[in-house]
């Protein structure tokens, strides 16, 4: 018979006694095992030993109280988030790359393959997604996507040399600033994700087309409404045609998009978009397979600029606006979403974490204290000023 106090199972799952009890468990039970009268100074022999067992004890019940909240969805991390998502067929996603829409001109009728590849300034390699033929006036815009996945800052100009020459294309240039990429799918993204992963198994619903589109491979995000009405309305800052179905996407292939769009929709409704797709119903009963015309939206680069003003002080390092832009562009990919409004304010504690050297004077995106963003628009890094005075 142990003094030791175990462990229970009740409403709020497994519980394990204080620390402190356990150790006057084990201070117990070795004073009856020595035939009493121990003395029970921690300092002593005696008190040391019980003190190793009872954090032994200690740390295997919060070892089991962890991995007992893996089972939960709201608290799982790491391999047993990995194995909760398997039930939905969902693995993690590795890190994705910045995107960036880019004017390739030269001689009208060439042909740029897909994966043509163009660099940057800052040196890094970007590939076209898909190839173009140079029309008559002399240019075709293509999207292109680093080869080194994760935040990337792309301003406007940027993606201005051709890596590997193609005969006949002259110059390469992007008028947008760059989406950024994202690093590998943290734990709340991946659960938000698993969460709207559920409602892809219906259909007709908004829901379901959102996580349909967003279980497509390399898709970052996706918004997705409708105007029932019977004449056309304006949502979000878009016009959207009577009786509609509005995708914006960012990322993914247009024939993959497509497809997990006529997947979900409901029967019989129109679509807005600028981006039109055919999709062929693969059902092996047809003979002659019929097709459809999918149209939805690309997400266009809305640039956010920055303005930070930093109070001086002899705590001050040189490197104050590196550190601010750093803190910027790492928190960034967080809040960079499909028609969700940018705040300035959403980025003030990176930058007071940087150390108590920080006095924030001011901070505002595109001059105000936020940016609104049309549901056709997902917010770019743009410039970042820091002021120090």
Known sequence: MTEVPPPSFGPFGFTSPEELAILAGVMAD????????????LS????????????????????????????????????????????????RRGATPTIVTARCSGATGVNLPSGSLARATD??????????????IGYVDLQFAALTPGP???????????????????????????????????????????????ASNAAGILPAVRGSVLSVPTVQDAYVT???TGTAATIGGVLIA??????????????DVARAIWLKKPPGCNYTGTTSVVVEDTNSGYLTPPTYTVKFERAAALAINFDVTLAAGPGVPGD??????????????????????????????AIAALGPWVKLLSIEVNGAAFQAVNIDEIPALGTITVLVT
């Open 320 to 349: 104050a606006g590196t550190l601010v832009e750093q803190a910027i562009t790492t928190l960034f990919p967080t809040v960079a979403r499909i028609g969700q409004s940018v705040f300035a304010s959403s980025f003030t504690c």
């Open 152 to 198: 990337l800052d792309l301003p406007i100009g940027a993606l201005s040399t051709i890596y590997r020459t193609v005969p006949g294309w002259d110059s390469v240039t992007n008028l947008t600033a760059g989406t950024p990429g994202r690093d590998e799918e943290s734990r709340e993204q991946m659960e938000e994700r698993r969460a709207l992963s559920v």
């Open 30 to 41: 070795m004073n009856q095992a020595f035939g009493g009268n121990l003395n029970p100074s």
């Open 123 to 136: 040196g890094t390699i970007y590939a076209s997604l898909s190839g173009g033929l140079i029309e008559s």
């Open 242 to 255: 009577a009786h509609s179905l509005f995708v914006c996407v960012q990322g993914g292939s247009d024939a």
């Open 44 to 91: 002593t022999p005696q008190g040391q030993w019980a003190t190793s067992l009872a954090a032994v004890i200690g740390a295997s019940n919060d070892l089991f109280v962890d991995f007992t909240n893996q089972v939960d969805p709201a608290f799982a991390n790491g391999r047993m988030q990995d194995a909760i998502a398997r039930i939905y067929y969902l693995t």
């Open 226 to 228: 409708e105007n029932e």
